[in-house]
């Protein structure tokens, strides 16, 4: 058995995980733009996304103390939670490198801090690519690192890119006094995920280990048209055209994974 480390009072390290993700679509004409907007405000409006922030507390065993939510006109939403840790009541924390829970397998273990989404729908004003984008921070200063709600999150939202920011700030002091300024093992933001998530998305990572700094940048493999075409079928577009959609959609894939524009 592993020996526990002995704190001075409270632990006072504070883990910050910033998720961002975007779903990529194609939409032609200003009525299918339109269209593609209303799908993501009802698919992603402050209600649902009160619910995916309820489960992300779950997962990290928090109460809710406040909510705080608002749909925005003409598009988007934002939801912040504050929250506050209870005890843990199903054995002791998990901070293993390894991937957390599935959507349908919520489990419980946080301390007060907060978690909050916002979202940013847009398009392109003459390629007909639209993007939806979705910032989620979850903020713990607790016992479990909140890396674990990572496959909740990857599973919850239609993720063709994903960025992945943690970082493990402050310090806290065992009781003999020294200082400790992380307290679980990490290599890799990759190692929280499933197998499976780990096969389907092309990975790099971004670490300053010395700071305890780890970014992990994921890109979708496989690509089927139909996934990405909105208020047509792909079978029915001509091959050149639909060859000329895909081009811009990897494209627009490419240059948000790599952060820079490509001519």
Known sequence: METKLQLHGFNNLTKSLSFNIYDICYAQTEEQREAYIDYIDEMYNAERLT?????????????????????????????????????LTSGEPDNAE????????????LDKSHVTVHTYPESHPHEGI????????????????PLKVLNYLIHSFDSDVVTVDYRVRGFTRDVDGTKHYIDHDINSIQNYLTEDTQNAYQMIDVNVYQENLFHTKMML??????NYVFGVNASDLDPQEAQSIEDRLRREMLEIFYSRNVQ
């Open 51 to 87: 619910q995916i922030l309820t489960d992300v507390v779950k997962i990290i065993g928090a109460n809710v103390l406040n909510i705080a939510r608002q749909d925005y006109e003409p598009h988007g939403a934002s939801v912040t939670m504050l929250i506050a840790e209870h005890e």
């Open 98 to 109: 390894s991937p957390g829970p599935l959507p349908d397998a919520i489990v419980a273990h």
């Open 130 to 145: 639209s993007t939806f984008r979705a910032d989620i921070d979850v903020s713990t200063c607790g016992l479990i690192s």
């Open 221 to 226: 493999k496989n690509f089927k048209l139909d």
